[in-house]
């Protein structure tokens, strides 16, 4: 958490939300500068979805996408905010782009393997624990 950060979230809930909207307006300054670059798109994604906005996000990561295909971090939340929308076919699609883009994204298998339950996948869902488990040991090795 950056200072700007922590000293908006320790005030009042009114400075905060006026914290989120001024990065909303700082993010889509930096879109209108450099337009081309994913990572604005990102950053206003990730602003929308604190405020809750989720279409916007979803817009947003979807654009982010759209310049860097393989921004396995937008597909990631992409993946969250499809699932918050119950929307669980675009959900699982969204996290097995971004495992098959970072095949060590551990937070994104859980999440695949979560989906793959809620939709009642649990072969998949079993297969998404196996690959926490691999990745659990390599991680125990260093």
Not at 120 to 140: F, N, P, V
Request: some cysteine.
């Amino acid at each position: 958490m950056n200072h700007a950060t922590a000293r908006a979230s320790s005030n009042t809930p009114d400075s905060w939300l006026s914290y989120q909207h001024q990065e909303i307006e700082a993010c889509k300054e930096a879109i209108r500068t450099q337009p081309e670059k994913a990572e604005n798109y990102y950053n206003l994604g990730a602003a929308y979805d604190r405020l809750g906005h989720v279409e916007e996000a979803i817009a947003a990561y979807t654009e982010a996408i759209r310049l860097k295909p393989d921004f396995a971090e937008a597909h990631f939340h992409l993946g969250a905010l499809y699932g918050q929308l119950g929307r669980s076919g675009e959900e699982i699609e969204a996290y097995t782009e971004a495992v098959r883009i970072k095949p060590d994204f551990a937070e994104a298998h859980f999440n695949l393997g979560l989906s793959y339950l809620i939709v009642g996948d649990t072969h998949s869902a079993q297969a998404q624990c196996k690959i926490l488990e691999a990745l659990r040991l390599e991680e125990m090795e260093y």
